[in-house]
């Protein structure tokens, strides 16, 4: 059982570039988010997912865009990369609705130069 | 504004030993509190969680306790192990605010814990 799994695992970036985190989950779950886990930050969350075709904005969402296109995908994309976009990025789901935890998958650790 | 905060960035306990680590929230529409335990190149694992209508949830060595006056929680760890040593999260989720937290975590800032043998 995969539970949720993120590609790619790492990336270098150079400013400006642009690319897309995959985020797979198998457990049908309604909801799914992204976060990023910075030093001394926590867990922030960036956007998150209510249902499919559905998105919306977290804390930090600024520099960032996703899309919920299947129930099972949720893509983070970003446009143009900055060097304050390094960091470790994790996406999670769960069933949502409330008492529900999130399932985390394993991070893409991204560095942007 | 930092909704769940864990004022503590360290805490370093004995094996053997109790570790308590404390959280405290500001937004009163919080109802459901969790743990997470995170080792390095890891992902977040939920490892325990409680209802604002409980004080206290025991499962095995873990026991979270909810004070929903002082709005502050705590994570017991007894006895402590070498295997504890971790990044231990303290996250929050709201059944409704607004229509917008619903089933969203609030995560706060992380405490590292370091059982010595």
């Known amino acids: 059982n995969a539970g949720v799994t993120q590609t790619p695992k790492f990336r270098v970036l150079k400013t400006g570039q642009s690319m897309t985190l995959l985020c797979a989950q198998d457990?049908?779950?309604?909801?799914m988010y992204w976060y990023r886990q910075d030093p001394g930050m926590g867990l922030r969350l960036i956007h998150y997912?209510?249902?499919?075709?559905?998105?919306a904005k977290g804390e930090v969402p600024d520099g960032y865009n996703v899309s919920r296109l299947k129930k099972q995908n949720f893509l983070l994309g970003l446009e143009s990369a900055a060097p304050s976009q390094t960091s470790v990025y994790f996406c999670?789901?769960?069933?949502?609705?409330?008492?529900?935890?999130?399932?985390f998958g394993q991070g893409t650790r991204l560095t942007v130069v | 504004d930092q909704q769940v905060k864990q004022n503590s960035p360290s805490l370093s306990v004995q094996e053997g030993r109790i570790s308590i680590l404390n959280c405290d929230y500001t937004?009163?529409?919080?109802?459901?509190f969790l743990w997470y335990k995170k080792y390095p190149a890891e992902g977040p694992t939920f490892l325990i969680s409680?209802?604002?209508?409980?004080d206290k949830n025991e499962d095995g060595r873990f026991t979270v306790f909810l004070n929903k006056s002082a709005k502050h929680l705590s994570l017991h760890i007894v006895p402590s192990q070498p295997g504890d040593s971790a990044v231990y999260f303290c996250?929050?989720?709201?059944?409704?605010?607004?229509?917008?937290?619903?089933?969203?975590?609030?995560f706060g800032q992380g405490t590292i814990l370091t059982v010595h043998p």
């Open positions: 999670a789901s769960s069933r949502g609705g409330p008492n529900t935890e999130a399932f």
């Open positions: 457990m049908n779950h309604e909801y």
């Open positions: 997912s209510v249902g499919e075709g559905t998105t």
């Open positions: 937004n009163s529409m919080f109802d459901y």
């Open positions: 409680i209802s604002s209508i409980k």
């Open positions: 996250a929050a989720s709201a059944l409704y605010s607004g229509g917008t937290s619903y089933g969203k975590l609030t």
